[in-house]
DNA sequence: CTCGATCCCTGGACGC
DNA sequence: TGCGTCCAGGGATCGA
C-alpha cells in the first residue's frame, strides 16, 4: 500500500523519467475513481510535464501551459493530482508493451512511451486541478511529517482528544503517514496506538517525531514497502518491509524484548504493537476485554447479502 | 469533536 | 480443482 515513502519513490522516479516530455493524448479506460474525467481527457493533451512531486501520498504532476510559445505563461498553476489508493501504479511504458490488465488511463508522451494508470482495485484518486481549486486542495491536508518541525508536530498531536493512531493516520493533522508507518513509529517510540494525542508528554511526542522522520527516511532509501505488490517507477519492488518490526507480525516477538506481537483494532484499522514495549492507556483493555465477557458473542450481523 | 459503521473494489488466502 | 466467504485498507460520508 502505497505511503509516504513508497510515493517518494515512485514521484522520484517518474521526475527522471517522465519530466520534460508533453503529452500528446490521452485515453481512458474506467473512469469512476476520477474526480473529472472529462477535464482530464480535454485538458491534457498538448501539456508538458514539468515535474513530478509528491504531496502526503499524492503524486502531483505539475503541468506547464498549453499555448507555451513566447514566455506567455498564463501564470496559473495546473497539476494533475493522483493518489495510488492500495494498488496503483503508474508506469511509463513502450506503446508496444501490452497493456497490462486493470490499465484505466493511457497517456501517450512525445517519445512514443505511453504513461498508464494500473489500478485492480479503483481505491485510488485522480483529478486535474488549477489555479485556486488546486490550492484549496493542497490546502486540506496537514503538514509533510518530513519538512514539519518538532514543534509543529507536537502542537498538531497534543492539540486532539484522539487516539494517536487515528491522528497519524488523518491525512489533515500529518500528510502522508498510513498503517504501516504508523505502527512501526509508534512501536519505536514506545506509544500504545490507542493513547490520546493530548496525552502524549512532550518527550513522547518529541520522540514520535524523531523516529517517525528516521523511518520513513530510512524506508524512502529503500524504495519503499513492498507489500501487496507495489514497485517503483522502474518496476523494482521496495526493501523496507524487511525491516518491519510490528507491522503484520502478530504472534512473533518483538525484537526490543521478546513479548508476542498483538493486532487489535484502533481507529477501525488492524494496528500491531508490543503489549509490553507499548502500555495501553487507562481503560482501553477494558473496552477491548481479554476474550469472555460475551461469550456466545452474537456478533454483529456484518453479512447482508 | 470523536467515534464507529458503511461503502467503494478486487485479488488473495482459506475452508470445504 | 473449484467454488464460496472473508478480509485488507485509504478515504469520504453519515449518524450517534
Not at 476520477?34 to 509528491?54: C, F, H, S, W
Not at 486540506?140 to 493516520?169: H, N, T, Y
Not at 519503499?224 to 522502474?234: K, N, P, Q, T, Y
Not at 512473533?252 to 500491531?272: E, H, L, N, P, W
Amino acid at each position: 500500500m502505497p505511503e509516504l515513502p513508497e510515493v517518494e519513490t515512485v514521484a522520484r522516479g517518474l521526475q527522471t523519467l517522465i519530466a520534460g516530455r508533453r503529452i500528446v493524448s490521452v485515453s481512458l479506460g474506467q473512469t469512476d475513481f476520477m474526480d473529472n474525467p472529462a477535464t482530464i481527457e480535454k485538458e491534457l493533451p498538448g501539456r508538458n510535464i514539468l515535474a513530478v512531486e509528491r504531496y502526503g501520498k499524492f503524486l502531483l504532476i505539475r503541468l506547464g501551459d498549453l499555448r507555451c510559445g513566447e514566455g506567455a505563461q498564463s501564470a496559473e498553476e495546473s497539476a494533475l493530482l493522483v493518489h495510488l489508493g492500495m494498488t496503483g501504479m503508474l508506469l511509463p511504458q513502450p506503446v508496444a508493451e501490452p497493456a497490462k490488465k486493470h490499465t484505466h488511463v493511457a497517456m501517450l508522451l512525445d517519445d512514443g512511451r505511453e504513461l498508464r494508470y494500473v489500478d485492480a482495485r479503483r481505491f485510488g484518486r485522480m483529478a486535474y486541478l488549477a489555479g485556486e481549486t488546486l490550492r484549496k486542495e493542497l490546502q486540506r491536508f496537514g503538514a509533510d511529517p518530513l519538512s514539519a518541525s518538532a514543534d509543529e508536530f507536537a502542537e498538531r498531536i497534543q492539540a486532539r482528544q484522539a487516539r494517536i493512531k487515528a491522528l497519524l493516520l488523518d491525512q489533515s493533522v500529518i500528510r502522508g503517514v498510513g498503517n504501516i508507518y504508523a505502527d512501526e513509529s509508534l512501536w519505536k517510540a514506545k506509544i500504545h496506538p490507542a493513547q490520546i494525542g493530548a496525552r502524549l508528554t512532550k518527550e513522547q511526542a518529541g520522540k514520535l517525531y524523531h523516529v517517525l522522520q528516521e523511518i520513513l527516511r530510512r524506508a524512502i532509501a529503500l524504495h519503499g514497502s513492498s507489500i501487496s505488490d507495489f514497485l517503483d517507477a522502474d518496476g523494482i519492488p521496495g526493501e523496507y518491509q524487511r525491516h518491519h518490526r510490528v507491522y503484520g507480525r502478530e504472534g512473533k516477538r518483538c525484537g526490543r524484548c521478546g513479548a508476542v506481537i498483538r493486532r487489535a483494532i484502533v481507529a477501525g484499522r488492524s494496528s500491531y504493537y508490543c503489549p509490553r514495549c507499548q502500555r495501553a492507556p487507562r481503560g482501553f483493555g477494558v473496552m477491548r476485554k481479554k476474550s469472555k465477557a460475551r461469550p456466545a458473542a452474537s456478533k454483529k450481523r456484518k453479512n447482508s447479502k
